[in-house]
């Protein structure tokens, strides 16, 4: 008996169908993977197996009978628990409150707290249990989603997207979980749009494209660009780097040492660096260790100790404000789309202008000029290849790829000095991935100074010119991509360096 099925599952919002008869079945046991690019459906489906929206027709199978998951409490109750690509956790409340509420039962705090530490311990996701959420990076929320839904030890977990934030190491640990509690008897449906952890970890596919299944695999049969062909339908260019002409350095930090503002932050010690126009920065590092914090510091929100500690284009900029610094040529795309990147009820010509009043021209007389960031939105839709109904779409409405691809694209659209990219292609499927690369490289190479701050390795190492490490809020040496390799950069991932090695770059 199946542990799953559905049959004909539909999903129409007024004139979008979301998912047209979609067909399925899981194993006890059994790791299934889903498929497809961004907007495919994938995440639409998986909402109403695990009962936050409810499908239009069609059926749900749950161990041999047929079942209506009228809400995610219910899911909870039958077994089936979900983590989410995008986080459903209470920012205000702690690590440990937050799983508090996914659990049911009355355990006390401290018991709670314990089995959240020892989980943590034993299958390496290292979170403090009273840590405030909106205190932690991308990375340490998906580790909490990870470790609450395990702790309910449910008979099917659904996992949407679980390693796009998680290092190497910690990615090959939830691989060893996922296979044990499979060999428990647990069905795993697992969305991931990284083909190589398909291939490795799941057992059985099947393909999404615009919202219908288009085939089932067996992954480890089939290659990364096989894979990527079905989802895609269609081959894609992997990106290419023109050759490297660096200006003049456009952003520097001189000894930047900065307390963390959050309880349980990262102190960064004086970070040197410098980013010369026409090349990208890539900073590797596993989540926790001074990102966050050195992204708030780029960025403006917060400030440095001091106003020469930051030079952009010459000028000290340590005590600017985020508009200040935007006026002198620095864009960002920050590592959260929903909670910082946009304002998800607002129309992505409003998005637009949140960031781009100023310098795409947006203002005139002090009236915003409305008609004119349309076309830009659009233009903006149409140049990065964003599937959404229109510039007055509102952003919420968006497929997490599709998200990161318009936001992306509204801070290259500025035509800036310095781009600041927080985990650029995280969630993106393989061939957005590969168009938001390139348009990095691109973006460089027409004289952008660009930092790429990520935990995916390939991902420095295809776009970089140079690249650093970021370990426990210190800076590695930087090298050239031909002075280093993914095996070192591993190790000093892990804080491996010689001592004397936070060198100017």
């Not at 695990?50 to 109750?77: C, D, K, N």
């Not at 938001?436 to 390795?457: D, F, M, P």
């Not at 991509?481 to 804080?495: F, H, K, P």
Request: proline share 4%; with cysteine; aromatic share 4%.
């Amino acid at each position: 008996m199946s542990q799953l099925r559905v049959e004909s599952l539909t999903k129409v919002y007024s004139t979008l169908i979301a998912n047209d008869a979609i067909s399925l079945e899981v194993q006890p046991g059994e790791i299934h993977a889903v498929l497809g690019e961004n907007g495919a459906g994938k995440s639409t489906l998986m909402k109403m197996i695990y009962g936050v929206t409810p499908p239009t027709s069609g059926e749900i199978i749950w161990e041999g009978r047929p079942v209506q998951i009228r809400s995610t409490a219910q899911a909870r109750a039958l077994g089936i628990g979900m983590v989410f690509q995008h986080f459903s956790l209470f920012e205000s409340l702690t690590v440990l409150e937050n799983t508090a509420l996914a659990l049911s039962g009355n355990a006390r705090r401290s018991e709670l707290s314990d089995q959240i530490a020892e989980i943590s311990a034993h299958y390496g996701l290292p979170v403090h249990p009273d840590r405030l959420v909106h205190d932690l990076s991308v990375g340490e929320r998906q580790r909490v989603e990870i470790i609450r839904c395990l702790l309910q030890k449910p008979r099917l977990l659904i996992m949407d997207e679980p390693t796009s934030v998680l290092s190497p190491g910690a990615v090959e640990k939830l691989f060893e979980t996922l296979r044990v509690i499979s060999k428990e008897g647990c069905a795993i449906l697992y969305i991931s749009h990284k083909l190589d952890e398909i291939r490795s970890l799941c057992d059985t596919a099947t393909i999404l494209r615009a919202g219908r299944v288009t085939g089932t695999c067996i992954p480890r049969d089939e290659t990364p660009q096989s894979l990527a062909k079905m989802m895609i339908g269609k081959e894609f260019d992997r990106p290419k780097r023109a050759a490297l002409a660096a200006g003049e350095t456009v952003l520097a930090l001189h000894q930047c040492s900065k307390a963390a503002s959050a309880p349980y932050g990262v102190d960064l010690h004086e970070i040197n660096l410098s980013v010369r126009a026409g090349e990208i920065l890539g900073i590797a590092g596993i989540s926790g260790n001074g990102q966050k914090e050195l992204c708030e510091m780029l960025s403006g929100e917060v400030l440095a100790n001091a106003a020469d500690a930051i030079e952009l284009l010459g000028a000290p900029i340590g005590l600017a404000d985020v508009s200040a610094r935007r006026g002198l040529g620095l864009a960002y795309v920050p590592e959260d789309r929903l909670s910082q990147g946009s304002v998800t009820s607002m129309s992505l010509t409003e998005n637009l202008m949140l960031t781009g009043a100023n310098t795409l021209g947006l203002v005139k007389g002090g009236m915003l000029q409305l008609s004119k960031a349309e076309a830009i939105a659009k233009d903006c839709i149409d140049q990065f290849n964003v599937k959404a109904s229109g510039p007055h779409a509102a952003a919420g409405s968006l497929s997490g790829g599709n998200l990161q691809k318009f936001i992306a694209g509204r801070e290259m659209l500025q035509k800036p000095k310095v781009m600041i990219c927080a985990q650029p292609t995280w969630g993106v499927d393989v061939g957005a991935t590969a168009f938001i690369r390139q348009s990095l490289i691109n973006l460089a190479r027409a004289g952008c100074a660009v930092v790429v701050i990520s935990e995916e390795l390939e991902e420095l190492f295809e776009v970089s010119d140079r690249i650093a490490v970021l370990s426990q809020g210190r800076l590695s040496p930087v090298k050239s991509l031909s002075e280093t390799s993914v095996e070192q950069i591993g190790l000093w991932m892990g804080g491996m360096w010689q001592e004397g090695a936070n060198a100017a770059a």
